[in-house]
């Protein structure tokens, strides 16, 4: 049987032995970092976009998260974001939620990736918020790295938690631990978000993965080789955040301080009541590097 994830909670008041873990295993994971309360408002935001676009079940509890799947599959793929899960205009109204911008920036994180990297943080503003439909279009995030995606510093960390209870059956994500002393691994197209492989060899194979409960929290390091499990169920939708933070005196690639969408972020602030979070970014000493392409052009990896 595989590895499930290993607990690193008792080492976040130790930032040296959390550096070790991290420097040893390429993943982090804690039991209910994040409060139940911050996680449950920003799922009955996310729920009320799915019912105003018509895809939720009428059920008794309105957070369950039961979707009417038959309604959501009309929708033609050329409108849907297929890394996501649901339309392009659903995935607007996400970006436009200003919980979902806030939930980032909780000092439980804040705090973790201070003890991680040791100094000031940066949070990368380019949220994505997985709504991953059973629609026919949407595939499982194969397995990949995010170095080649989002770029900047390899040492920026992606962490991921589910909006609700996920457990491995509703398509949680895995790590295959060890796999970030790898390095850049040459990459091939392949279904599902992100639109890329990261060819492993042989004998590279030890994943590690589990339930999550409200709260958990995973993160990762760039070249940690990720995918996620496929959804057991036709009439259910996970709801999932990943986002990067790195060390405010590295290098960041300047598409990750722009939405995850079409929209300006003028038009995702129109309707918030806080400025405080606007535009966080543009006072910070920043050092932006331009996207390199040919990180994302398909080779053969030598085993
Ligand atoms: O949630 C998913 O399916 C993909 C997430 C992912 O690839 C990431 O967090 O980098």
Redesign the pocket.
């Known amino acids: 049987m595989r590895d499930r994830f290993e607990d690193s909670t008792a080492l976040l008041d130790d930032p040296p032995a959390l550096r070790a873990r991290a420097a040893r295993d390429g993943y982090l994971f804690f039991r209910r970092l994040l409060p139940a309360e911050a996680l449950l408002a920003v799922r009955a935001d996310l729920l009320d976009i799915v019912r105003r676009h018509g895809w939720l079940a009428p059920t008794a509890d309105p957070l369950e998260g039961r979707i009417d799947a038959s309604a959501l599959s009309a929708v033609p793929e050329a409108q849907m974001r297929t890394d996501i899960g649901v339309s392009s205009a659903a995935y607007d109204d996400v970006q436009r939620t200003e919980s979902v911008h806030r939930l980032p920036h909780h000092p439980k994180l804040l705090a973790l990736y201070r003890a991680l990297f040791g100094g000031e943080v940066l949070v990368h503003a380019r949220h ?1 918020v ?1 709504l ?1 439909t059973p629609h026919p279009s949407v595939y ?2 194969p397995q ?1 790295q ?1 170095f080649p995606l989002i770029q900047g510093t390899a040492n920026t960390w ?1 962490c ?1 938690f589910p909006v609700g209870a996920c457990p491995m059956t509703l ?1 949680s ?1 895995m790590v295959l631990r060890g796999s970030h002393r790898l390095g850049y691994l040459p990459i091939e197209p392949a279904k599902g ?2 639109g890329i492989a990261a060819q492993t060899c042989r004998g590279e194979v030890d994943w590690v993965d589990g339930d999550f409960e409200l709260g958990d929290v995973l993160t990762f390091s760039a070249y940690m080789v ?1 995918r ?1 499990k496929r959804c057991r169920f036709k009439d259910r939708i996970r709801l ?1 955040f ?1 986002v990067r933070y790195q060390a405010l005196a590295e290098p960041v690639e300047q598409r990750s301080l722009l939405p995850h969408c079409e929209l300006t972020w003028e038009q995702v602030y129109a309707d918030w009541r806080s400025d405080a979070l606007k535009y966080y970014w543009t006072d910070l000493p920043l050092q932006l590097v331009p996207f390199d392409d040919t990180l994302l052009q398909p080779s053969r990896r030598i085993c």
């Open positions: 994505i997985r991953i499982p995030t990949h995010d992606t991921w398509g994500l978000a992100g990720h996620a999932s990943d």
